[in-house]
Every structure is written in structure tokens, then in C-alpha cells.
């Protein structure tokens, strides 16, 4: 991008790849998403939208907040560059290979020259592939039986409290009889529930966990992308609120009980909705758990499920994905008659807290209030800060643990297994899997057999 190429798209007006903007402002996430979900294309910060160049200055907080709200998008856009070229400002935004993506106020498209709001009819008509299938029925194109994850089939059966157990002779019988398996595939509920690599075999399956400091989405202090199966998805979503929200004790009878300044049962709730009725058939979206100063919000893709409208939300059920919905009651996850929505309310109330709040257009979204008492903003005494910081690294400790915990599960079930490969099924990164591996082998609970290529792991047990 050069200033000869900048005078020309100013000369030429708006179009389906170039947008006008007097200034920069938060909103500009709209038209990153509008360009992505089209050919791509760039906006320039500093022009008026009669082409008369006002001037922008490009700073390096308005940089970080443009990459921050680019990266918030879902799925994240990449843009290509952010620059400074005479007075203007010009964000590149590449098309985008996960269509459709989103940010916080929805869909958009360009249209004439312009960014709309898409509605979810257009959402599904321009890229969505209509079935009359529901997704989740449908064979998972790669899986196969060997997809299927035992250690993962025995820890639903658990949590199903069943005394049945699971090996690789009855696996297929296991998986048939959930509704998972047939004619040598596994769906796509098994390989939601199952698969040793979703992210292989469904790779937008997956819940973004972000805390952001103030109010909206500006400052990042904690973020993680969970890829894995809907229970691994569910108890690490659980593990990271519990982290960030506030915490009170009070001792009855001589015992002592942990209270969370929001029932961590409403928010359990919410969140088996959000994964139960996400339309898994809307590709390059995910679960969000947004946590703010004053609230979390919980939101899924796909809005109210077809029977369900405003008059009878939260007095019926209908479920959107009739197997996962089986597999999470079988669980003692949710209940069938659609009580969730008015149970979370009760809890709410009976908390002394705001009632909570449900919208609905391409997105799901529920939004708990938290009590001002406790808001992290509010805080000014070094003792308590420095007490909520222990727990928080107390809380990152239990993260790392259990992603040890999947590594071993997952070199048991593959020795050959590259670090790579490990990556993508516990959901690190390359040099956070690295840091992982070398805690396990200084203790002692793991070794390396041959070399890095052609050798294998080996579990040291007892």
C-alpha cells in the first residue's frame, strides 16, 4: 500500500473493499467483520465519506486496540497490516477462510458500498449448506471408530454414573448405542463428545474464555481457547470463571462454605445451554465467556431454536441438538421440561442480584450482573489484591495440571504422538505444550524413547 494506491481508492469512492471513516472509534470492528465476511479489502481512518481527506494520526494504543477488536472477532481476523501512509490510516483486512465471522454486535456484509447488519436468514443463506439433516446427525466426514477416544467414553460413563465399562473391543457397541455410531462413521455429536482431536475433525468447535479489565473489550488480562470435547469444554469454562469471579466464605455449624459472588450454578446452567443449543452447523464460530467488571456474559451461535419464541422462552424445550441434549442429561447436566432459563432467574433473585438477561438474533446471549460490592475496580487495598492474585495463580496452577493430565491421556492412547500433534489435542501452544513436557520429565512421570522423529513416549507409572 503506497500513497498513489491511497489517492486512487480516494478518488474512486466507496466499494465493496473500501470504507470511509472521519475517525477511529471501537465500531470499526463492524466493518472488519463486513470485509472478512466478503473479498476482503481496506478501511481508511481520516476520510470523509465525500472522499475529502480530514486526517487521522495513527498511534500505538489505537494500533493495539484495532489488533485487540480484530483479534475479539469470531473467529479472530488476521488483518494483514496497520499503517500510517500521509494523513491517513489504512487497516488491510484480508477475506476471511472462516466464514461467517462476527463481533460483539453481530453479523455483518458489505452491501452497496456500505457495512449491514445481516440478518440470520441471510447469515444461513449465504454460507450455510441447507440440510434437512440436522447437523449433528450427520456423518462426521473423517471419523472413524478409531477417532473415538476411550479414556473419553469412560469419563462420560462416569459422569453417567454407570458401572459399565469401556474398552476397545465394545467401543463400537458403546458409541452405537448413544446414537453416535453407525455403519462404520461416528457423527458429528460423537465426534463433538468423543473425538481424540476435535480439532481435526471439527475444528470451530471450540469456547473462547476472556477477562477483560473495565467494561468492554478493550483490555485483555486472561484469555483461553478451549478445542476439545463438550465436557472438557464445560469443566474448563466452569474452572475459569470460578478463577476471576470473587469469592466469600462463611462458616456454618463449623464448616466452612465458599460463596461466589454469582451462583456458579446459574452460570453452569447458561453454559450447558450454550453448548447444547449452539448451531454447530454455522462454520468458523464458537462459545464465548466474556467476564467484565460488572458482568459475564455467556454466548452461543444460532439464535432461539425453530418452535421457540419470546411468548413461550423459558416455558418449553426445544432442542436444537436432540443427541448432545440426551448425552448431557444422561449426564445430570440439564433437565428436559425447560426449567434452565427460569431456575437461573431464581438463583439470581434468591442472591440478591439483578435478574439476568437473555437476547437473541444470530447469537444466544445471557448476561449475569455482578455485585457492584465486589467489582475488581472498586478495589484498593493491596492485601486483598495480592490475595486475589494467589488465588488466580492457584487457579492457573489447576489449569496447568490438568493439560499435563490430557497430555498423558493422550500419549497413552498414542506413544508416537508429536509435540504438535499434542498441541492441537490439549490446546496449547507449541512453546506452552514444550514448557508442559519438560515439567513432566523433571517429575519423573515422563520420558522420551529414540529421537524426536521415528521415537516414542513412555508413561513412568507408580
Known amino acids: 500500500m503506497n500513497i498513489e494506491k491511497i489517492n486512487l481508492m480516494i478518488a474512486e469512492g466507496e466499494g465493496l473493499t473500501v470504507e470511509f471513516k472521519e475517525k477511529y472509534t471501537p465500531k470499526i470492528d463492524r466493518d472488519i467483520v463486513a470485509l472478512a465476511n466478503s473479498r476482503g479489502g481496506v478501511i481508511l481512518l481520516g476520510v470523509k465519506d465525500d472522499g475529502k481527506v480530514i486526517g487521522e494520526k495513527l498511534t500505538n494504543r489505537m494500533k493495539a486496540e484495532i489488533t485487540d477488536l480484530a483479534r475479539n472477532c469470531d ?52 454460507f450455510r449448506e441447507s440440510t434437512d439433516v440436522l447437523f449433528e446427525s450427520l456423518n462426521c466426514s473423517d471419523g472413524k471408530l478409531e477417532d473415538a477416544s476411550i ?73 483461553k481457547d478451549i478445542r476439545d470435547d463438550l465436557l472438557s469444554q464445560l469443566n474448563e469454562a466452569m474452572e475459569f470463571l470460578k478463577r476471576h469471579l470473587n469469592i466469600r466464605s462463611e462458616i456454618r455449624e463449623l464448616k466452612r462454605y465458599d460463596i461466589y459472588e454469582i451462583p456458579m450454578n446459574a452460570l453452569r446452567e447458561a453454559m450447558v445451554n450454550s453448548l447444547v443449543h449452539r448451531d454447530y452447523s454455522i462454520r468458523g464460530t464458537s462459545v464465548s465467556v466474556n467476564i467484565f467488571d460488572d458482568r459475564v456474559e455467556i454466548v452461543n451461535p444460532g439464535g432461539l431454536p425453530a418452535g421457540i419464541s419470546n411468548g413461550n422462552f423459558g416455558k418449553e424445550s426445544v432442542r436444537r441438538n436432540l443427541i448432545i441434549a440426551d448425552l448431557f442429561h444422561r449426564m445430570d447436566k440439564m433437565e428436559r421440561i425447560g426449567s434452565g432459563i427460569g431456575r437461573m432467574r431464581t438463583l439470581m433473585k434468591n442472591a440478591d442480584l439483578k435478574e439476568p438477561t437473555f437476547e437473541s438474533d444470530t447469537f444466544f446471549r445471557a448476561t449475569f450482573y455482578r455485585n457492584p460490592e465486589y467489582a475488581l475496580k472498586n478495589t484498593s487495598l493491596g492485601s486483598t489484591e495480592k490475595g486475589r492474585e494467589k488465588g488466580r495463580e492457584k487457579g492457573r496452577e489447576k489449569g496447568r495440571e490438568k493439560s499435563r493430565e490430557k497430555i498423558l491421556r493422550a500419549i497413552e492412547e498414542n506413544p508416537t504422538i508429536t509435540t504438535r500433534e499434542l498441541a492441537d489435542v490439549v490446546a496449547l501452544s507449541i512453546k506452552g505444550m514444550e514448557k508442559a ?7 519423573g512421570q515422563l520420558h522420551r524413547i529414540g529421537p524426536d522423529k521415528g521415537g516414542k513416549w513412555k508413561i513412568n507409572k507408580g
Open 75 to 126: 473467529p479472530q481476523v488476521a488483518l494483514t497490516k496497520t499503517s500510517q501512509i500521509g494523513g491517513v490510516v489504512t487497516v488491510e483486512v484480508p477475506e476471511g477462510r472462516e466464514k461467517p465471522y462476527s463481533c460483539s454486535s453481530g453479523y455483518f456484509r458489505r452491501l452497496d458500498a456500505m457495512t449491514q447488519k445481516m440478518t440470520q436468514k441471510e447469515v444461513r443463506a449465504i
Open 151 to 223: 479414556t473419553k467414553i469412560r469419563s462420560f460413563l462416569k459422569e453417567a454414573k454407570t458401572s459399565f465399562k469401556a474398552n476397545k473391543k465394545n467401543a463400537k457397541s458403546v458409541l452405537a448405542s448413544l446414537g453416535v455410531y453407525n455403519n462404520g462413521k461416528i457423527n458429528n455429536a460423537g465426534a463433538l463428545m468423543f473425538a481424540k482431536d476435535i480439532g481435526r475433525l471439527i475444528p470451530y468447535s471450540e469456547t473462547i474464555l476472556v477477562a477483560f479489565k473495565g467494561t468492554d473489550k478493550t483490555y485483555i488480562y486472561d484469555r
Open 437 to 443: 513436557i519438560r515439567t513432566l520429565k523433571q517429575s
